[in-house]
């Protein structure tokens, strides 16, 4: 399990079964905090008309009450910071595989800014 420290209490893996099993992660807001109702429907209005590969997908959201939880797909490699940051066990990327990661996660980048002032004017 990943623990977040901000609005966001956890990121965990969990399996849905629905016809299939299907990995999910699922991200909960930190209710305690009494903050990021604006970041949680923010998230939830820029995925749902955001689609490309270099973002997750958004799968689904629960919004009832104090309950904020945001489904995506699970990212099946895990996160990036073990490839950035490996230990001496783990695989090291190479230069090329750095670069067309970080060309990667430009163009996701650009993509979603690039869609904002469409869908927030």
């Given at each position: 399990m990943y623990w977040k420290r901000w609005i966001w209490s956890c990121v965990q893996?969990?399996?849905l079964i629905a016809g299939k099993l299907t990995a999910v992660a699922v991200k909960r807001l930190n209710d305690?905090?009494?903050?990021?109702l604006k970041e949680f429907l923010t998230e939830i209005q820029?995925?749902?008309?955001?689609?490309?590969?270099n973002l997750v997908s958004l799968l689904g959201y629960c919004d009832e009450g104090a309950e904020k939880i945001i489904?995506?797909?699970?990212?099946?490699?895990?996160?990036?910071?073990r490839y950035i940051r490996p230990s001496d066990t783990a695989y090291?990327?190479?230069?090329?595989e750095?670069?067309?990661?970080c060309v990667g996660a430009a163009c996701g980048l650009d993509h979603l800014h690039s869609?904002?002032?469409k869908h927030q004017a």
């Open positions: 893996r969990r399996t305690r905090l009494g903050q990021g820029l995925l749902t008309s955001q689609e490309h590969p489904i995506y797909e699970y990212a099946e490699r895990g996160s990036l910071n090291c990327l190479t230069w090329l750095r670069l067309k990661i869609h904002v002032g």
